[in-house]
């Protein structure tokens, strides 16, 4: 019969068991001879499986490998989320306290303010995935071989090649930038948040690649405390910071319902101007009375002469043939606001009455 290459191994391990050796001995023997740890030891399955007539049996990971991918993709997406989230909202502040002096489209500086989407971004998958890797920790922790699976270091490689590639990207964007010139206070703010938010994560999963023997309990229950109780400091003043900004629930409520008022007030506007305005050369329509004359004509529905909550009919006092008051009650000022209004439809918090004149251009 041929011999094959494990052949020299199952003849030393026969032999050294006929002669009484344990396995370790002759585990330690022959690696220390050059053999490498997976031929030793499949050697001496092999052995094992001829003495025994029983063939070692091979462990399924499926069900676990499954369960790891899991795990990981759901900690890796819910990560990417808040994470993503924090900075947008970092970059929403930074744009607020340093405005850049040059940009002309103030209506977008004023509407990109709120950061309702990212809070509430973060208010759902930062829990989510805390709650995620405690449980991965608890499961490493109570069985040590999963430090080693496959799956679990190709997805946490692939969390890194995310966060490497995204600083790289910052640090070529503020390289870029700053050849052109770009050299302000809002410019470095927005590239160390960046790296700053990067960095932390790409840290935190090196630290899950590193080999046992150099990792202890405690050093890795300091580094999980410390990562988790960072991203919870860096989400509640996040939190705090758009309160402060952006008001509370019931203020940012307010500021849409002043918004749809201001909106019906323009639209009811809009119709006497096209419908009272006279053609050239003729005479002027005179204004109705009242304002459900206009949803007697089709000309605009009843929710639009309502206030949306009072669902009261707004104020509108006819002064002439062409001249009108339109009056609603506000719940904050405009100013306070910071929309970007024409001044004619600026407005402080209760009632105001705007005057127009159909005869006039349409004041917007």
Not at 37 to 53: H, I, P, Q
Not at 144 to 154: C, F
Not at 273 to 283: I, K
Request: with cysteine; glycine share 4%; aromatic share 12%.
């Amino acid at each position: 019969m041929a011999s094959t290459p494990d052949s020299p191994l199952r003849d030393f391990i026969q032999a050294s068991k006929d002669k009484g050796a344990s396995d370790e001995a002759i585990a330690a023997i022959l690696t220390r001879q050059g053999w490498s740890e997976d031929d030793v030891y499949k050697a001496l399955g092999t052995y094992w499986s001829e003495t025994t007539g029983i063939p070692v049996p091979l462990r399924t990971r499926t069900r676990e490998s499954s369960r790891e991918a899991f795990l990981y993709l759901l900690a890796f997406s819910t990560l990417c989320g808040w994470a993503t989230a924090l900075g947008s909202a970092l970059f929403t502040y930074i744009n607020h306290w340093f405005p850049e002096p040059v940009e002309i489209n103030y209506a977008y500086a004023s509407f990109s303010k709120s950061v309702t989407k990212e809070m509430a971004t973060m208010f759902v998958t930062l829990p989510i995935f805390l709650l995620v890797m405690r449980a991965i920790i608890r499961e490493s922790s109570s069985n040590p071989e999963q430090l080693q699976s496959g799956v679990r270091k190709w997805l946490t490689y692939i969390a890194l090649l995310g966060t490497a590639g995204t600083m790289i990207g910052d640090l070529i964007w503020f390289m870029t930038y700053l050849l052109q010139g770009e050299i302000t206070t809002r410019f470095f703010l927005k590239s160390a948040v960046v790296l700053v938010i990067c960095g932390a994560i790409f840290l935190y999963y090196l630290r899950f690649l590193q080999p046992p023997e150099k990792r202890t309990s405690f050093t890795d229950q300091a580094w999980n405390r410390a990562f988790t109780w960072g991203s919870l400091a860096s989400v509640i003043c996040v939190f705090g910071l758009g309160f402060i900004i952006d008001g509370t629930p019931s203020q940012y409520r307010d500021r849409r319902t002043d918004n749809q008022r201001l909106h019906d007030l323009q639209f009811i506007t809009n119709v006497l101007q096209n419908n009272s305005r006279p053609p050239a050369n003729q005479q002027p329509v005179p204004l109705p009375e009242n304002l459900k004359q206009l949803v007697d004509r089709k000309l605009i529905t009843q929710a639009r002469i309502q206030d949306p909550i009072s669902k009261k009919d707004y104020r509108y006092v006819r002064m002439s043939d062409s001249k009108y008051q339109l009056c609603a009650i506000f719940a904050t000022s405009s100013i306070d606001n910071d929309r970007m209004e024409s001044a004619f439809w600026k407005h402080s918090a209760g009632e105001t009455c705007f005057e127009v004149d159909v005869l006039k251009n349409t004041p917007y």
